[in-house]
């Protein structure tokens, strides 16, 4: 009788490549030999991710558009989409602003006992989407150049493209059919190389997070912990209230959806990166019962309409550094805040530090100084991770809502997932 093959699953590989980067980080704290050997490692792994995001959302998209073939459909499929995701995203600011009214987590705060962090590089891009504005965004949704935009990981003009493509090859018939068969391929190829890619993950998540811990420490931790675990605690209520009601109407469990997304939400958690796992989330909400082509629109779409974890955080973040400046404000100046996070929050998710920029370009309308910000940079990956998390689970959902929402999810799929799951 031959003996089963010991295997240790993906989820367990990267908790062990975070648990080992946690020691490591803290063994070796404040040495810069850490990053000069560890960074090479998570850049390779992070790109990795990259290289692959493009083709499958390129792939998908088109097969999932071409294969309805409906504009009628799509266009209330794009409608309900963005409804969704502008309801969550206010639900979620609304109860950031909530919790940190309620608990005050900048009142008392000695700014002489934070050590400041250089914010300028999150200024200098700030400037640059300021100086773009709102209607230049809806403007850049069309591209002048696909393969540029291509390059750019530019989602929304990528997307845009994608589904006037595909509208475009349904409309020619069967002429199209060996467009679909090389899309098919492209996609099915894809997925490979992503589970090939994800075997690397536990490397690079040891790398990444070795990285923040050598670099930071606890000791920031420790003097704005009470900023920490409030946006820790408001990420785990918002998920089991607010995303486990949604989901209970849906008529979901969001547990079992954590289930389904366990290996994603460690991996995001410890990269801070929703891109590192995109490419799986898709694979694994179309293996759920979600249909090709709203996953293939709803996902991509909501790494730029629907950061419920960032939107909830930025509404938190503002009001303590009001409240650590004892600067009061209004009920009028805190809808101002929600009105002003829901537009600049929108439309900028490939910018790097994308929470930052967005406080930036708006803490100044309602009087806030955008210095404090220097003060909570120091903690900032340690919050983009629960946030990052968050922004899975939230997009995630969302492909099952409206799947719900138009009457095409598979229930039998999602009842068999766990017989059959992605290897």
Do not use: H
Request: net charge neutral; glycine share 10%; with cysteine.
């Amino acid at each position: 009788m031959q003996k089963k093959k010991f295997r240790i699953s993906l989820a367990y590989q990267i908790l062990i490549g975070l648990a080992l980067g946690i020691a490591v980080g803290a063994i070796f704290y404040g040495n810069p030999n850490v990053e000069t050997y560890l960074q090479p490692i998570g850049t390779i792994f992070l790109n990795l991710i990259k290289m692959i995001v493009v083709p499958i959302i390129i792939s998908t998209l088109i097969l999932g558009v071409a294969g309805t073939g409906d504009m009628k459909q799509l266009g209330r499929l794009g409608t309900k989409t963005i409804v969704y995701f502008e309801v969550v995203t206010t639900i979620a600011i609304v109860f950031g602003l909530l919790a940190a009214n309620i608990a005050k987590p900048g009142v008392g705060i000695d700014m002489s006992e934070i050590t400041e962090t250089d914010i300028s590089s999150y200024v200098e891009t700030t400037k640059e989407v300021e100086s773009s504005g709102f209607a230049d965004t809806i403007v850049g949704i069309v591209p002048t150049n696909i393969i540029d935009s291509m390059a750019q990981g530019d989602m929304l003009p990528i997307i845009f493209f994608s589904v006037l493509f595909g509208l475009g090859v349904a409309s020619i018939g069967e002429r199209g059919q060996p467009v679909l068969n090389f899309f098919s391929g492209v996609a099915d190829a894809m997925f490979w190389v992503t589970n090939t890619v994800m075997k690397f993950a536990p490397f690079g998540v040891f790398a990444l997070i070795g990285i923040t811990v050598s670099k930071f420490g606890v000791g920031a931790l420790w003097q704005l912990g009470k900023l920490a675990g409030l946006v820790y605690l408001c990420m785990f209520l918002f998920v089991f209230i607010v995303l486990g009601s949604i989901a209970k109407l849906a008529g979901i469990s969001i547990i079992t959806l954590a289930k389904v997304l366990k290996e994603e939400l460690i991996l995001a958690y410890s990269t801070s990166s929703s891109e590192t796992v995109l490419p799986k989330i898709m694979q694994k909400m179309e293996r759920f019962g979600v249909p090709k082509d709203i996953v293939s629109f709803v996902v991509p779409t909501g790494y730029s309409f629907n950061l419920d974890g960032s939107t909830l955080y930025q509404a938190i973040a503002a009001i303590f550094i009001a409240q650590m400046y004892n600067i009061p404000l209004t009920i009028g100046e805190q809808i101002t805040l929600v009105l002003v996070l829901m537009i600049t929050s929108k439309g900028i998710a490939g910018v790097p530090g994308v929470s930052f920029v967005v406080l930036l370009a708006t803490l100044g309308s309602v009087g806030i100084p955008v210095e404090g910000l220097a003060f909570i940079a120091g903690i900032d990956r340690i919050l983009d991770m629960a946030r990052t998390a968050v922004n899975v689970m939230g997009n995630s959902l969302a492909t099952v809502v409206i799947a719900k929402w138009e009457g095409r999810f598979d229930d039998e799929a999602a009842k068999k997932y766990f017989d059959n799951p992605v290897v």
